[in-house]
């Protein structure tokens, strides 16, 4: 562990340096990133002008289930999404060799090569939107729940890293996957509404099959309402389930791949 942990702070060094030598890109993409949050935020704001509840969450529930939703994504977006991006890249050049000849876990090496800054800085402000939105409820969590949230963001960010290593390992059967890469952040979008939003042929979709909405419910329902045994239960089975099943997939493309570079 402690030589992986070298690795991994030896790649974040390296992105710090990469991200301070080009300053005004980092600044812009953290704006960028900035921007589109305040434009959801404000969406909210909009939309509760009009109507005291959608699907039965107030306000202020819903602004903590949008910044849940921010955070597990932006976590995402600043510790692995650039490096599985890069990946079909690499398998169709042949610059995918480079992570055969390194000694380590390959799946560790491909995932963390890179972390992307301007995602990251941004964790900060989907947090401040979360304790807003709890001291605006007066709510008054305790120790457990907060681990609990933290723990269930965090089985957020590998079901979603899961998916994406799923996307990323279809390169190793077919020319490229970007359009499916953007599926998923379309996807994605359902898990800023309620699950009680769903239902049918949708809920057993997006909740159970897909659970994109899972994802941020099950921590937004444990600051609302405490700990939910239900959810605690489908929340790791679900994230056990995708991440067995994305890097099974990811090992058996791995024996198929061939290099495509001279």
Same mark, same amino acid.
């Given at each position: 562990?402690?030589h992986?942990?070298r690795?991994w702070l030896a790649?974040?060094?390296?992105s710090i340096?990469?991200?301070?030598m080009f300053?005004?890109?980092?600044i812009?993409?953290?704006?960028v +990133? ?5 434009v959801?935020? =404000?969406s ?7 109507t005291?509840a959608v ?5 202020y +529930?819903?602004?903590l289930l $949008?910044?849940?939703s921010m955070l ?9 999404w650039s ?5 079909g890249?690499n #398998?169709?050049?042949?610059h995918f ?6 000694p380590? /876990?390959?799946?560790f ?8 800054l301007?995602?990251?800085? /941004?964790v900060?402000v =989907?947090?401040?939107?979360?304790v807003?939105a709890?001291g605006?409820?007066? $709510?008054e ?7 609990t949230y %933290?723990?269930?963001?965090?089985c957020g #960010?590998?079901i979603s890293?899961?998916?994406? $290593?799923l996307?990323?390992?279809?390169s190793?059967?077919t020319?490229?996957?970007q359009?499916? +890469?953007?599926?998923?952040?379309t996807?994605? +979008?359902?898990s800023r $509404?309620?699950?009680a ?8 979709a997006?909740?159970?099959?897909l659970?994109t909405v899972?994802v941020t419910?099950?921590? %937004?329902?444990?600051?609302i309402?405490?700990?939910s045994?239900?959810?605690? %239960?489908?929340l790791l089975?679900?994230t056990? %389930?995708?991440l067995?099943? =994305?890097?099974? #997939?990811f090992?058996?493309?791995l024996?198929?791949?061939?290099s495509?570079s001279?």
């Amino acid at each position: 562990m402690i030589h992986y942990l070298r690795i991994w702070l030896a790649s974040v060094r390296y992105s710090i340096v990469r991200s301070m030598m080009f300053r005004g890109d980092f600044i812009m993409w953290a704006l960028v +990133e900035l921007f589109w949050m305040a434009v959801s935020i =404000a969406s909210i704001a909009v939309i509760y002008q009009h109507t005291d509840a959608v699907a039965g969450w107030t306000k202020y +529930e819903m602004l903590l289930l $949008l910044g849940t939703s921010m955070l597990i994504q932006r976590l995402l977006m600043g510790l692995f999404w650039s490096n599985l991006f890069e990946m079909g890249r690499n #398998v169709r050049s042949g610059h995918f060799d480079f992570f055969l000849a390194q000694p380590g /876990n390959m799946l560790f090496m491909v995932s963390t090569r890179k972390i992307d800054l301007d995602s990251l800085l /941004n964790v900060f402000v =989907a947090l401040a939107v979360v304790v807003y939105a709890v001291g605006k409820l007066q $709510l008054e969590p305790s120790l457990a729940d907060m681990l609990t949230y %933290a723990l269930f963001v965090g089985c957020g #960010v590998g079901i979603s890293f899961a998916m994406l $290593l799923l996307i990323a390992s279809v390169s190793f059967w077919t020319i490229g996957s970007q359009g499916v +890469e953007g599926g998923y952040f379309t996807l994605y +979008e359902f898990s800023r $509404l309620p699950r009680a939003a769903f239902s049918g042929v949708a809920k057993v979709a997006f909740v159970w099959v897909l659970p994109t909405v899972v994802v941020t419910n099950a921590p %937004a329902h444990t600051l609302i309402h405490g700990l939910s045994g239900t959810y605690t %239960a489908w929340l790791l089975a679900a994230t056990t %389930a995708w991440l067995a099943i =994305a890097i099974g #997939v990811f090992q058996r493309g791995l024996k198929r791949y061939s290099s495509a570079s001279s």
